[in-house]
Each structure stands twice: as structure tokens, then as C-alpha cells.
């Protein structure tokens, strides 16, 4: 089970990171906003109204399944708060990291769109 709880922190990594860059797919797959763009509101959407994603109950649920302790706080201040930032999550800072996932998908959507008939299709071959 520890294993299985260690798997989730990896899923939740992987997440973040989809919601953050996935719309750069967009310039590869046509169909990638159809993914990205959902998951880019639940990750805004966490942060701006101080939900808890439901990925850090379940790795509670797994770490004290095999006798761990889980944790109280969101997996982002557990996990990647302490790595960037030394101070504990604030309000403040879910709204700057809310805004972040915002502003960084509008820019690379701006350019998706700027790209506009060459989306999703590959350059000429060499």
C-alpha cells in the first residue's frame, strides 16, 4: 500500500505538471484542449476556492492502510509548497498559484491560436 500512496504523490506530480504545460500538446494534437482545458479549471478551481483535491485523501486512506500516518493539509502545501516556498500556504498564495495555472495556459492557448491552421499537424517532413 505505501507503494500504491507513493504512485498518487506521482499521479498528483503528474497532474500538476499537465495542468500547468499540457496545452502545449495542443501544438502537436488537435484533440489535447479536449483533456487539457478541463483539467487546467479543476486545477485553477482547487487553488482559487480552497478545495482539497481528492487525490490527497486517498493517499492518506493508503498510508494508513499499511499503519503510516496521513497528513491535514492539501498535497500541494505538504508536498511542493515546502520545495519552492519556506512559509505555509496562505489565501494569498492560492490565489497567485491559481492565477499562475490561469495566466500561463492563456499565454501558450494565445500562441496555440496565433499558430492557428497548423495546429496539430506535423511541419513538412525532411
Do not use: K
Not at 479543476?42 to 497528513?71: D, H, I, K, Q, S
Amino acid at each position: 500500500m505505501t507503494v500504491l500512496a507513493d504512485l498518487v504523490i506521482l499521479a498528483h506530480i503528474l497532474f500538476i505538471l499537465f495542468v500547468l504545460f499540457g496545452g502545449l500538446l495542443a501544438f502537436r494534437w488537435r484533440w489535447a484542449p479536449l483533456l487539457h482545458l478541463p483539467a487546467v479549471v479543476w486545477g485553477a478551481a482547487v487553488e482559487l476556492f480552497g478545495w482539497v483535491c481528492p487525490l490527497t485523501p486517498l493517499e492518506n486512506l493508503l498510508r494508513r492502510a499499511t499503519g503510516g500516518t496521513g497528513y491535514s493539509v492539501s498535497f500541494v502545501e505538504r508536498h511542493l509548497v515546502p520545495m519552492v516556498y519556506p512559509a505555509e500556504l496562505t489565501r494569498e498564495l492560492q490565489f497567485l498559484l491559481g492565477g499562475a495555472v490561469i495566466a500561463v495556459n492563456a499565454l501558450v492557448y494565445s500562441l496555440v491560436l496565433l499558430r492557428g491552421g497548423n495546429l496539430g499537424r506535423r511541419g513538412p517532413s525532411a
